[in-house]
């Protein structure tokens, strides 16, 4: 499957985005999905993901109530809904998807997008 992110961009302190990710290829249903994020010099990070059977999503503590994960399995997109921006969000988001159970390791994302710039001014 060949993943594409979208939507980063420039926003202030407390705004608003919404990423995408597209996937090409069949079974998109099938994958977990998950975002994770990196800062230049720092080990990529998770994020939030969503489950491929029952949409069962998870977060990191950092943006619990702040983010939300969707999926739309007929458009073959996934979508992190990022809201209360903070300086500390700034980072290229990459959107992964893997087989079967998946988790918060990256190891454990069998595909990866090319990652999209976020900057979070304060």
């Known amino acids: 499957v060949q993943l594409q992110a979208s939507g980063g961009g420039l926003v202030q302190t407390g705004g608003s985005l919404r990423l995408s990710c597209a996937a090409s290829g069949r079974a998109f249903s099938t994958y977990g999905m998950g975002w994770f994020r990196q800062v230049p010099g720092k080990e990529r990070e998770f994020v939030a993901a969503i489950s491929w059977g029952d949409s069962s999503t998870f977060y990191a503590d950092s943006v619990k109530g702040r983010f939300t994960i969707s999926r739309d399995n007929a458009k073959n997109t996934v979508y992190l809904q990022m809201n209360s921006l903070k300086p500390e969000d700034t980072a290229v988001y990459y959107c992964?998807?893997?087989?079967?159970?998946?988790?918060?390791?990256?190891?454990?994302?069998?595909?990866w997008g090319q990652g999209t710039l976020v900057t979070v001014s304060s």
């Open positions: 992964a998807a893997g087989v079967g159970r998946i988790g918060v390791a990256a190891y454990e994302y069998a595909y």
